[in-house]
């Protein structure tokens, strides 16, 4: 039989919706069947996010998904439109892939250094029986650190953010005056316990 089926997106990573958190970043999208047709034109970007960025020449990864390759991202909303002309991404049989838009926000996170003085960068959230501060003095780098809040015995104080985030590495200076035996200071990335 003749194949008269339209190919359709049926996975897109980074899934749309979520907060891109690098200038680049790779788009892998899976099509239902095999596609031909496939070059940078037909993954147009739009929005704040995509005033300088580019999009490089997409790659075949196997199991119907294509990569493209889209860097120099700034801050911002970003569209993103697949296939929005006529004859851009076919089967093998010559049926067209129906446009496809979705959206990211990109918030580029270059860390937090905490050089503005305040938590006030990022939404950091505060929990236990005394708030941290952001002040000057003797810190490993640049003029302001977080410090915690002065706890006793029994006592805790937290600082937590909440991003969704690409994998990578994350790493942080720490200084730590405590009681031996007695106080921790505990890192978790995603409720889990970092040792």
């Known amino acids: ?3 008269t089926e339209a190919p359709t997106v049926v996975a897109r990573v980074p899934q749309p919706g979520i907060t891109i958190t690098s200038s680049s970043v790779d788009v892998d999208i899976t099509f239902s069947e095999a596609v031909q047709g496939v070059n940078a ?12 960025a580019s999009v490089g020449a997409p790659s075949d990864q196997g199991g119907n998904t294509w990569r493209f390759p889209v860097s120099s991202l700034a801050a911002g909303d970003l569209q993103v439109d697949l296939a929005p002309d006529a004859g851009d991404i076919e089967d093998l049989a010559g049926n067209d892939l129906a446009p496809v838009t979705w959206s990211y926000t990109v918030a580029i996170f270059q860390g937090e250094d905490f050089e503005t003085g305040s938590f006030s960068q990022w939404p ?3 929990a236990g029986d005394a708030n941290w501060s952001v002040l000057a003095g003797d810190c490993a780098e640049g003029t ?8 006793s015995d029994d006592q805790s104080s937290s600082l937590s953010l909440q991003l969704t985030t690409m994998e990578g590495n994350i790493s ?3 200084k730590v005056s405590s009681e031996v035996n007695y106080d921790h200071l505990q890192f978790f990335i995603d409720d889990v316990l970092q040792e």
């Open 1 to 3: 039989g003749d194949d």
């Open 172 to 174: 942080f200076w720490r």
């Open 41 to 52: 034109s037909d993954l147009v970007l739009s929005g704040a996010a995509a005033a300088g």
């Open 144 to 151: 302001y650190c977080a410090q915690s809040g002065d706890v």
């Open 124 to 126: 950091w959230q505060q």
